[in-house]
C-alpha cells in the first residue's frame, strides 16, 4: 500500500498532487474572461489620459500621439474635442505657464518661446497672448541676469571675444540683437572695459 502511495497511483501521493495542479489549471482558465478588444475610441482616450497623466500636452502633441498608434483622424478628432470641452486640453493654459516656466527656468526670450511654442502646434494667437506676460522690460532684466551669470567666465579673455561669447549666448535664448549688444556692452563697462569703439555687429562663438 505504501509503496504504491508512493509510485504514484490513482490514490497515491504523487496522483493527488497531480490531480490539484490539473484542477488548479483548469480553474483558472475557466476564472480567466478574455477581455472584448477595445473600440478606436476608448483607445484613444487611454491614450490621452496616459500622456496627460505625466505631463499636460497641447492638442497637436495629443493628435500626433493618436496618429502613429492607428487611431482614425475622425475618432482622434471627437476624442480631442471632448477632452477640451471638459478641460483636460487647455492650449492656451498651457501656453501660458509654458512661458512663465521656459522664461524663469531658462530665461529664454519671447522669441525663442514663440518658436518652441510653435512647434508644439499652438495656434498664433494663443502664442501671442500667452507672450504678453513678459514685457520688454522684464525680458532686458533676465538678459542682465544671465550676462552677469556668464561674465566671470569669461574674464581674462579679449574684449571682443567676451562680447562675442556672451551676445551670443542671448541670441540663442532668443533675445534681439540689440537688446543683447546693450546689455553686455553695460556689463562690460561697468567691469571697466573701454566699449566706445565697438561696432553694432557680432557672431556667437
Known amino acids: 500500500m505504501r509503496e504504491q502511495e508512493r509510485s504514484g497511483g490513482p490514490g497515491g501521493r504523487e496522483g493527488r498532487r497531480e490531480g490539484r495542479r490539473e484542477g488548479g489549471r483548469e480553474g483558472g482558465r475557466e476564472g480567466r474572461q478574455e477581455l472584448p478588444p477595445q473600440s478606436p475610441e476608448e483607445q484613444a482616450r487611454a491614450i490621452c489620459l496616459r500622456l496627460l497623466t505625466g505631463m499636460p500636452r497641447t492638442r497637436r502633441q495629443l493628435a500626433d500621439a493618436l496618429d502613429k498608434r492607428g487611431i482614425p483622424e475622425e475618432v482622434s478628432q471627437e476624442v480631442l474635442s471632448r477632452f477640451e ?3 483636460l486640453i487647455d492650449d492656451a493654459a498651457f501656453a501660458g505657464a509654458w512661458v512663465e516656466s521656459r522664461h524663469r527656468g531658462r530665461g529664454l526670450a519671447r522669441r525663442a ?3 518652441e511654442l510653435r512647434t508644439k502646434g499652438v495656434h498664433a494667437t494663443l502664442v501671442d497672448e500667452a507672450l504678453e506676460q513678459l514685457d520688454s522690460e522684464q525680458e532686458e532684466q533676465t538678459a542682465r541676469e544671465l550676462v552677469e551669470r556668464k561674465l566671470r567666465s569669461t574674464r581674462g ?6 562680447l562675442r561669447r556672451l551676445a551670443g549666448m542671448l541670441a540663442r535664448k532668443g533675445y534681439a540683437e540689440g537688446m543683447a549688444l546693450r546689455v553686455v556692452r553695460r556689463a562690460l563697462e561697468e567691469e571697466g572695459e573701454d566699449t566706445d569703439d565697438l561696432g553694432l555687429g557680432y557672431a556667437g562663438d
Do not use: Q
Not at 579673455?157 to 567676451?162: A, I, T
Open 157 to 162: 579673455l579679449e574684449r571682443d571675444k567676451r
Open 113 to 115: 518661446l514663440a518658436r
Open 85 to 87: 470641452e471638459v478641460g
